[in-house]
């Protein structure tokens, strides 16, 4: 990258200018920024608190992740071993609960594990300030490492089953969802897993899904082990779990649903086969994706983080003036608790701030109880405004960057794994069907049909063995196809580009219409095993 792409200088609002800025990527300018703009305001109205520990030097830097969620047996960490094909250190898998730790599967020269406490406090994991859930949790945390390509490009947080009732929230010693919402603000992906054999949303699951609330768009759902029931079943499945999903997740969009079998293992019902392939195909691209998108989700999440903590600081130095300096500072305090909703909306109504921007009332107003509000800020309008400069001008900058960035690496992309072995050769998505039907053929796969297409070819009085384009059109017309598909259609099949089709061309239309109406889509270049045999070898 140019020193002339990376040098970014700014001016204030007295027209002065600020020493110009030296970004050498999207990480070191994002976090630049946190430190210089957004930290301070954080620390001040005492953002981490309440909402979430500081960030660290390898938030920036760390590879993307994925966190995957679900109730026990529904097949998470099978699913990471199908994506490695490879057994990571702590692995357990069996139909009993059997995953009862956080862990974060990372690539490392060495296979090994790193356990919870020693993890916290390793600069290079961005994972230090976990260390506030205590040792209950830290017992129950660890790091694999292993040598894997996949690896290189991803890391993947496996996470304890989820169980049904009381008994999950009792005996854990941590606070679950909490734990869940720290990875979910710091993942590019959040991956839901349900059994479609037995589908049930527990009270905790709903609480946990719940509370990545703010993360919708991470977020992304898994319908497993759907080879184990029929079509019919597995509708009613989808649409079950679909309902339940729209009454948990309040989003007016529909939360996007993978359906498969997401293992190794042979099709308990092969019916849908296609559909699981194509199902699979599709969260592997989005997942692929993943390092190509790592720098405009940190910066998406840097967005998001600095309109809470602008909110956040409006609400502690509303209470800070509401507060007397002498006598009835307890009672004053459970009056503002109490009243915290009022104190929401006169807020949003002064700086016109969207509603959805504010914390969640009711934690917010168990929070508030524990704290000493003699000690809250006022107004600081500087460090607001610095926050306010950040977004306004040196996000856009950098937005410039991250585009710079994704030009500089296009091929960024996780492989290895599962990833590789649908790549190429024919069991590949796709492969032999529609235009790619008949490429290991000696024969022309056109001619099958041939005759049946010569027969309309001969009605359309063709003039020195060729028919123009206004008597093809009208034939391909009756396909009912529109005018843009016909015209792709026209621009393959006149293969020597003269503006007539010959009696191979003409089949050749009609064969790529066939393809069309059966579903499958165009090619962008005739391949070359459709290539009409009387023009192969022609320029």
Same mark, same amino acid.
């Given at each position: 990258m140019t020193i002339e792409g990376t040098m970014f200088s700014w001016s204030n609002k007295n027209g002065k200018k600020k020493d110009p800025e030296l970004f050498q990527t999207v990480s070191d300018g994002l976090r630049r920024l946190y430190r210089t703009k957004l930290f301070p305001l954080e620390d001040t109205y005492r953002f981490h608190d309440f909402h979430s520990p500081a960030l660290e030097d390898a938030d920036f830097d760390n590879k993307p992740m994925v966190l995957l969620v679900g109730q026990y047996s529904t097949g998470k960490t099978t699913f990471i071993r199908h994506l490695m094909e490879q057994d990571f250190p702590g692995m357990r898998i069996g139909p009993e609960p059997t995953t009862d730790s956080f862990i974060a599967v990372m690539h490392g020269d060495q296979e090994g594990v790193i356990p919870g406490n020693a993890l916290v406090v390793d600069p290079k994991k961005p994972f230090r300030k976990l260390n506030a859930f205590?040792?209950?949790?830290? &017992?129950?945390?660890?790091?694999?490492?292993?040598? &894997?390509?996949v690896l290189e490009s991803i890391s993947i947080i496996d996470t304890p089953g989820i169980l049904s009732g009381e008994k999950q929230r009792i005996s854990r010693g941590y606070d679950f969802a909490a734990v869940l919402e720290w990875f979910a603000e710091r993942v590019d992906r959040i991956i839901?897993?349900?059994?479609?054999?037995k589908l049930d949303i527990s009270d905790e699951f709903s609480e946990v899904i719940r509370a990545l609330k703010n993360h919708e768009d991470k977020m992304r759902v898994v319908l497993n082990k759907a080879d184990q029931i029929g079509t019919q079943q597995l509708m009613r499945v989808y649409g079950a779990l679909m309902w339940s999903l729209g009454k948990i997740i309040n989003t007016p969009e529909v939360v996007r649903v993978y359906i498969g079998s997401f293992w190794a293992q042979p099709l308990l019902v092969p019916d849908n086969r296609k559909l699981f392939e194509a199902e699979e195909q599709d969260l592997f691209r989005d997942i692929q994706g993943l390092?190509? &998108?790592?720098?405009?989700?940190?910066?998406?999440?840097?967005?998001?983080?600095?309109?809470?903590?602008?909110?956040?600081?409006?609400i502690i130095s509303s209470l800070k003036k509401e507060m007397p300096s002498v006598f009835g500072k307890e009672n004053k305090k459970k009056e503002l608790i109490a009243n915290l909703g009022e104190i929401y909306l006169k807020i949003e109504k002064e700086h016109s701030i969207s509603p959805g921007d504010f914390p969640n009332l009711k934690k917010m107003q168990e929070i508030l109880a524990g704290q000493d509000f003699t000690k809250f800020q006022s107004m600081k309008p500087k460090l607001l405004e610095s926050v306010e400069d950040m977004l306004a001008n040196d996000i856009a900058k950098l937005m410039t960057m991250v585009r710079q960035e994704e030009a500089a690496m296009p091929s960024q992309a996780v492989k290895g794994g599962a990833f590789e072995g649908t790549m190429n050769g024919p069991f590949g998505h796709g492969y032999g069907e529609g235009a790619g039907e008949g490429i290991d053929e000696l024969e022309w796969v056109v001619g099958r049909d041939k005759p049946s297409y010569d027969e309309i070819f001969y009605t359309l009085s063709p003039v020195n063995g060729k028919v123009s384009g206004a008597m093809a059109k009208k034939e391909m017309v009756k396909s009912k196809l529109p005018n843009t598909v016909l015209g792709k259609i026209w621009k393959l099949a006149d293969v020597d580009k003269d503006g007539f089709l010959d009696d191979e061309e003409f089949a050749l239309a009609n064969h790529l219409i066939k393809v069309k109406l059966e579903g499958h889509e165009l090619p962008a270049e005739l391949p070359s095993h459709l290539v009409p045999p009387s023009k192969r070898g022609q320029e």
């Open positions: 205590g040792n209950a949790f830290l &017992n129950r945390f660890m790091c694999a490492q292993m040598p &894997n390509p839901l897993l349900f059994d479609a054999h390092p190509r &998108n790592a720098a405009l989700r940190k910066l998406n999440d840097l967005i998001k983080r600095a309109r809470l903590a602008k909110v956040h600081a409006y």
